[in-house]
């Protein structure tokens, strides 16, 4: 598999394990780090809604479960049609490990639908460098 198909499947094979009982929109997502490794995840649902988990964050909770921290590229898969993007709490997730250039697959059952940079997605972003005391 070359470009975007391996997130494509990774994704795919996690949003078949989704647990969206309430909603009925599953979602799942898949990330690679600037070393290559891929980390997927599904959302999953709580009967209390709030306490639900989204796609993305169960793929990057995975990537620094396993000691790294930085997203290369990430794709988000749901039912379509057309493109699903991140919610707003996931793209800042998605901002703490990516820089404005990372690109957001946005993709439905059929393939990627649109891909964009995060800055595209999340523009004037708050980030780590926000914190730092010499950009105040």
């Known amino acids: 598999m070359t470009g975007l198909d391996d997130l ?3 994704a795919k094979a996690a949003r078949a394990r ?9 979602v799942g997502a898949a990330l690679r780090t600037p070393g290559g490794a ?7 649902e709580n009967a209390a809604y709030p306490l639900g988990v989204c796609a993305e964050t169960a793929a990057i909770s995975a990537m620094v479960a396993a000691g790294e921290t930085q997203i290369a590229e990430i794709l988000v898969l749901g039912p379509g049609p057309g ?3 991140p919610c ?3 793209r800042q997730r998605i901002a703490e490990f990516a820089t404005p ?5 946005c993709a439905d059952e059929t393939g990627a639908a649109q891909s964009l ?3 595209d997605l999340l523009p004037l972003a708050f980030g780590p460098v926000s914190l730092r ?3 105040i």
């Open 117 to 119: 940079a995060l800055s």
């Open 83 to 85: 493109r699903i993007t």
């Open 88 to 90: 707003g709490a996931c």
């Open 8 to 10: 494509f499947e990774r």
């Open 101 to 105: 250039e990372t690109r957001v697959h």
């Open 38 to 44: 891929i980390f997927a995840g599904c959302n999953v």
């Open 18 to 26: 989704a647990h969206a009982p309430y909603s009925h929109f599953p």
């Open 133 to 135: 005391r010499d950009q």
